[in-house]
Nanobody, 115 residues
Framework: QVQLVESGGGAVQTGGSLTLSCRAS????????FAWYRQAPGSQRELVAD?????HMYYADFAKGRFTITSDNRATSLQMTNLTPEDTAIYYC???????????WGQGTQVTVSS
């Protein structure tokens, strides 16, 4: 069973920055995609950004220009800048492979942005 361990959440003020990290219990190759999702209270989980192991990235509109996703074959990071209270949520790391139908999730890390 693959485990994803997240770190880096916390509390910051508006305009601050945080970097989230996620490390898998083993290395991967092929058609795997690392992703970050978030879920705010009372809201559905939404995709923030994802990145293929070959480096192709996708960002949600709210993340463009503020968040940067990176990865290697075992870990991913999400650098977040210019944070606002609307970014307050639990952030989840995800690793998926659509061809193999595998989907792994981290435990989530809380990000709180105060005004």
């Amino acid at each position: 069973q693959v485990q994803l361990v997240e770190s880096g959440g916390g509390a910051v003020q508006t305009g601050g920055s945080l970097t989230l990290s996620c490390r898998a219990s083993r290395t991967f190759s092929g058609n795997y995609v690392f992703a970050w999702y978030r879920q705010a209270p009372g809201s559905q989980r939404e995709l923030v950004a994802d990145i293929t192991l070959s480096g192709h990235m996708y960002y949600a509109d709210f993340a463009k220009g503020r968040f940067t996703i990176t990865s290697d074959n075992r870990a991913t990071s999400l650098q977040m800048t210019n944070l606002t209270p609307e970014d307050t949520a639990i952030y989840y790391c995800n690793l998926r492979n659509a061809i193999l139908s595998t989907d792994y999730w981290g435990q989530g890390t809380q990000v709180t942005v105060s005004s």
